[in-house]
T-cell receptor, first 112, second 110 residues
Framework: NAGVMQNPRHLVRRRGQEARLRCSPM?????VYWYRQLPEEGLKFMVY????????ESGMPKERFSAEFPKEGPSILRIQQVVRGDSAAYFC??????????FGPGTRLTVL | DAKTTQPNSMESNEEEPVHLPCNHS???????IHWYRQLPSQGPEYVIH???SNVNNRMASLAIAEDRKSSTLILHRATLRDAAVYYC???????????FGPGTSLSVIP
């Protein structure tokens, strides 16, 4: 059973561009979480999704950030009009119906 | 806010046991105690979790106090690859968002 997959592993964007981060949960997992880790800081929760539903987005910035988890395909975290402060590592985690969360290797976003 | 308290850092000699403490005095009856670790430049890795009884797996052991207000993660023989930040976290269910505190940065000395 492959682990949580994230791509790309590294992403470079210029200010004002869009960043799209993908997360494929482990097989059989229908719960997906996104976390952000700013440089030299701890991990912060962003959003919790189930298939086609956003359950908790209390950690998402109000503007420019959106997330989806469609019926088919990976979960997408989209950041529009990126700024330098968006540079961070973004981690996705998944869980099945009743088990712990398993994290992916992360996408490291660098905004020039 | 994190509901657990851990030492900022600890050191251990290689091949010796390590006891990583965690205080969670406000734990509720339905909170599970989870431990994750994050190696440098990697995503968090699940280590172990428990509710009331002590737990063992291939990675570590988890000792939970009788009143559940504290717990200890035990690495039986530290290796250099165990150098990481260890997070003690309370989760009511696996659906809970994980609230990470600063964790304990473990250094392993050869």
């Amino acid at each position: 059973n492959a682990g949580v997959m994230q791509n790309p592993r590294h992403l470079v964007r210029r200010r004002g561009q869009e960043a799209r981060l993908r997360c494929s949960p482990m097989k059989g997992h229908s719960h997906v979480y996104w976390y952000r880790q700013l440089p030299e800081e701890g991990l912060k929760f962003m959003v919790y999704l189930q298939k086609e539903n956003i359950i908790d987005e209390s950690g998402m910035p109000k503007e420019r950030f959106s997330a989806e988890f469609p019926k088919e395909g990976p979960s997408i975290l989209r950041i529009q009009q990126v700024v330098r402060g968006d540079s961070a590592a973004y981690f996705c985690a998944s869980s099945p119906y009743s088990d712990t969360q398993y994290f992916g290797p992360g996408t490291r976003l660098t905004v020039l | 806010d994190a509901k657990t308290t851990q030492p900022n850092s600890m050191e251990s000699n290689e091949e010796e046991p390590v006891h990583l403490p965690c205080n969670h005095s406000t734990i509720s009856g339905t909170d599970y105690i989870h431990w994750y670790r994050q190696l440098p430049s990697q995503g968090p890795e699940y280590v172990i979790h428990g509710l009331t009884s002590n737990v063992n797996n291939r990675m570590a052991s988890l000792a939970i106090a009788e009143d559940r207000k504290s717990s200890t993660l035990i690495l039986h023989r530290a290796t250099l690859r165990d150098a990481a930040v260890y997070y003690c976290i309370l989760l009511a269910t696996s659906y809970d968002k994980v609230i990470f505190g600063p964790g304990t940065s473990l250094s392993v000395i050869p």
